[in-house]
Every structure is written in structure tokens, then in C-alpha cells.
């Protein structure tokens, strides 16, 4: 099947630094790629769909300058933290789809700790 | 309308019971309905899904009912095992392409010997 790759799995950094995360459809091309936050025993909440060579489209009350998103090729999506702070501790998830009669799969998600 | 509701918010079931998991929702576009399994600290992995051209669908020890004319849709577990303790995410879409899942809240599922 699909297999999404995301890395880091974990990564802490200073508050005040960016961070980039990084979403790979491993075996498939996706033109299209989510990005989700979750917070501890929370639901997934959807920031942004990252769509391949154009601008992604963020949710309401999503700050596009803080959360970068590029996905520069069928194969990779980035989500770049900016100047992190605290409360942007949380689990990043991204997600993508092999064909639209396929299941959407998931990244293994990336732990985000800002100190 | 865009909202997808989801119960219990928390279950605990005997080892070798059924886990019932419910899932109602608004917009009638939606037309594709997946479950996910989620542990701790990884990301969520698709269950099963269904269109709403049924009105149920298994798959191994996992079952999904669903009722259009109700917008509910439900997920079974039968045999649960305690490897079964997970957070259950129900959620919804429409169309095909690249439409957003609207997920439900999750349901802390405990199988318990």
C-alpha cells in the first residue's frame, strides 16, 4: 500500500528558531498533501493543504506566515515552523492519497517541542 | 455542516466483547466514510472505510454499518483484544480527488482482560 514518510519523528528546539518538517510519499506521486496539528487526546485539526508548484490553502485562524508549507515536487511537502514558540508544541501529522479510490495515509507524525 | 460527531468519548470492553463506536453527520455530500486507528505518539492508520452504496462493510473483526437515512455510520469490533486499545477516529468526505477528511472527536477505546 501508500507509505507516507515523515521525518522527524521528534525534534526540540529554542524558542524563537524555525523548524522544518518534511512528508514523503514514498511509492506514489500526490499532488496533494494535508497537513494536520494534534494536541494530547485531541482530534487531528487540519492546518493546511499543501498542493504541488502552487500556494497552499490554510484553514481559518492558521497563521500562513508562521506555518510555511512548500511542495516543491509530486513526492515532497515541507512545513516549516517560524520563530516557534511554546504554545506551538503539538503533533504534526501529514497525509496524502494514492488514487481516489485509495485511503488516505498518514505520516507516522512529528513530536514538536519548543523549550 | 461541515461537522462529524462522535461516541463515546471514552469505552472500556471486556477482552472477547464487541466495541461499538458511533459516528453521525451534517452534510449530505459527504460520501466517504473511513475509520483510523491511532497509539500513542504515531499517526493514525486507516481501518476500513465505506461509500455510502452499502450498508455495511467487514473486514476481518472490524465491521462498519451504515445508515444514510439516519447519517450514521458505526464501527464494530468483535473479539476485542487488548491489542485493540487505541483512540478510534471516525471521519468523513465528499467527492473523489483530494477532498479534506472532517474527522470526528476520537474515542479512547480499553480492552481489558
Known amino acids: 500500500g501508500a507509505v507516507v514518510s515523515q521525518h522527524p519523528s521528534w525534534v526540540i528546539c529554542k524558542s524563537g528558531t524555525s523548524v522544518k518538517i518534511e512528508c514523503r510519499s514514498l511509492?506514489?506521486?500526490?499532488?496533494?498533501m494535508f497537513w494536520y496539528r494534534q494536541f494530547p487526546k485531541q482530534s487531528l485539526m487540519l492546518m493546511a493543504t499543501s498542493n504541488e508548484g502552487s500556494k497552499a490553502t490554510y484553514e481559518q485562524g492558521v497563521e500562513k506566515d508562521k506555518f510555511l508549507i512548500n511542495h516543491a515536487s509530486l513526492t515532497l511537502s515541507t512545513l516549516t515552523v517560524t520563530s516557534a514558540h511554546p504554545e506551538d508544541s503539538s503533533f504534526y501529522i501529514c497525509s496524502a492519497r494514492d488514487t481516489p479510490s485509495d485511503g488516505y495515509t498518514f505520516g507516522s507524525g512529528t513530536r514538536l517541542t519548543v523549550v | 455542516q461541515q461537522q462529524v460527531k462522535q461516541s463515546p468519548q471514552s469505552l472500556i470492553v471486556q477482552k472477547g466483547g464487541i466495541s461499538i463506536i458511533n459516528c453521525a453527520y451534517e452534510n449530505t455530500a459527504f460520501d466517504y466514510f473511513p475509520w483510523y486507528q491511532q497509539f500513542p505518539g504515531k499517526g493514525p492508520a486507516l481501518l476500513i472505510a465505506i461509500r455510502p452504496d452499502v450498508s455495511e462493510k467487514k473486514e476481518g473483526r472490524f465491521t462498519i454499518s451504515f445508515n444514510k437515512s439516519a447519517k450514521q455510520f458505526s464501527l464494530h469490533i468483535m473479539d476485542s483484544q487488548p491489542g485493540d486499545s487505541a483512540t478510534y477516529f471516525c471521519a468523513a468526505s465528499k467527492g473523489f480527488g483530494n477532498e479534506k477528511l472532517t474527522f470526528g472527536t476520537g474515542t479512547r477505546l480499553t480492552i481489558i482482560p
Open positions: 511509492d506514489f506521486q500526490a499532488t496533494t
